[in-house]
T-cell receptor, first 113, second 112 residues
C-alpha cells in the first residue's frame, strides 16, 4: 500500500516550457487535491477533484490545468511555466466522509528558470 | 484575507517542556479543525483533529483545544521531544465543503 505517489520528485524547467505532474493514490479515495507550498505562504490549494469526473478551482488556479484521469490519478499541467511557479507541489487525497483527513504525497520540487 | 491564521512563524521549546502552538480562524462556518506536521522534504502528515462540537481532543502527547467563542484553537505537546521539531499546520473545513484551508504554519524547534 503505497498511499499517495508523485512523479517526478524534482524538475527544472525553462520559462515557457510545459510539463505534467503526476499523482496517484491506492486508497480508493474519492477526493484529490493539488497544493503548492512557498516559503511563508503555507499550503495553498490549486485545484481539487471531489470525485471522478469533477474538478474545481482552488485559491491559486491561474497558470495550471488538471485532469482527473480516473479514480486513482489526478494530474497537474503547467502549459507555459513561469518563474513564479517555482515551488514545491503536493498532491493529496481524502475520503470525504471520513474525518476529512488528507493524505499527502512526498512532493515535487519544481524550479523554473 | 486569511481565514486560518498562525501568527507565530516559529517557536523554540526546551526538550521535556510543553509546546503550545496557536491558531485563530475567522470563518464561523468552520466545523472541523485539523493539525498537520511536516518534516523537510516530506509531505505533511495528519496529527490530530477536533470537531466543533467538542472543546478538547487528546491523543497521547498531543491535545487540541478549541475555543469557539474566541475562534481559537491550540495544540499542546507534552512532553516535547526532539522528533517533534517540524512545521505544524493548522487547517479548517467549512460545513459540507470538500476542501480544507491551511494556515501558514509554525516551525517548532525542540532544544536539547
Amino acid at each position: 500500500n503505497a498511499g499517495v505517489t508523485q512523479t517526478p520528485k524534482f524538475q527544472v524547467l525553462k520559462t515557457g516550457q510545459s510539463m505534467t505532474l503526476q499523482c496517484a493514490q491506492d486508497m480508493n479515495h474519492n477526493s484529490m487535491y493539488w497544493y503548492r507550498q512557498d516559503p511563508g505562504m503555507g499550503l495553498r490549494l490549486i485545484y481539487y477533484s471531489a470525485s471522478e469526473g469533477t474538478t474545481d478551482k482552488g485559491e491559486v488556479p491561474n497558470g495550471y490545468n488538471v485532469s482527473r484521469l480516473n479514480k486513482r490519478e489526478f494530474s497537474l499541467r503547467l502549459e507555459s511555466a513561469a518563474p513564479s511557479q517555482t515551488s514545491v507541489y503536493f498532491c493529496a487525497s481524502s475520503e470525504f466522509n471520513r474525518n476529512y483527513e488528507q493524505y499527502f504525497g512526498p512532493g515535487t520540487r519544481l524550479t523554473v528558470t | 484575507d486569511q481565514q486560518v491564521k498562525q501568527n507565530s512563524p516559529s517557536l523554540s521549546v526546551q526538550e521535556g517542556r510543553i509546546s503550545i502552538l496557536n491558531c485563530d480562524y475567522t470563518n464561523s462556518m468552520f466545523d472541523y479543525f485539523l493539525w498537520y506536521k511536516k518534516y523537510p522534504a516530506e509531505g505533511p502528515t495528519f496529527l490530530i483533529s477536533i470537531s466543533s462540537i467538542k472543546d478538547k481532543n487528546e491523543d497521547g502527547r498531543f491535545t487540541v483545544f478549541l475555543n469557539k467563542s474566541a475562534k481559537h484553537l491550540s495544540l499542546h505537546i507534552v512532553p516535547s521531544q526532539p522528533g517533534d521539531s517540524a512545521v505544524y499546520f493548522c487547517a479548517a473545513r467549512a460545513n459540507r465543503d470538500d476542501k480544507i484551508i491551511f494556515g501558514k504554519g509554525t516551525r517548532l524547534h525542540i532544544l536539547p
